[in-house]
């Protein structure tokens, strides 16, 4: 306020922490898809959120991601999880029900347990892309 007791008005624009940084998201189940989208857009990424893993590797933007979050139920089956991993954009953090279901070896695969509490997925990607924009290819 100022000394005539009048509001100074202040102009509050939200800063995007990472803007370049797009963030592939495959989760079934709506309300967690949404939950994820939510977390890592208030943190400033841009996200492309799909239901099935096909439609997100179809997706012109898929080789633009600079990190993936994939629900272990998007990659149907049992066995075999990390090769159905293999054309989905590095890294990865896999949410999972149960660490039983983590796949054997792996790369560049951060593993989460769900329900997802706190800021473990934020700060699991930001840890994975780190603060540099990834490089593009030209």
Known sequence: MTLDGSAI????????????????????????????????EAEGFRVDSHALLAAALQAAT?????CSVVDEN??????GIADRLDPVP???????????????TTSQIAILTKPLL????VDTVVALVGNEPKASAT
């Open 9 to 40: 008005p202040i102009a509050v624009e939200k800063v995007a922490l990472h803007p370049q940084h797009k963030v592939l998201v495959v989760v079934p189940d709506p309300e967690l898809r949404r939950s994820v989208e939510f977390a890592l």
């Open 62 to 66: 898929a080789g633009q991601m600079v």
């Open 74 to 79: 998007a990659v149907s089956g049992r066995s």
């Open 90 to 104: 590095r890294p990865i953090v896999l949410l999972v029900d149960r660490l039983r279901n983590v796949p054997e």
């Open 118 to 121: 706190g800021r473990r997925l």
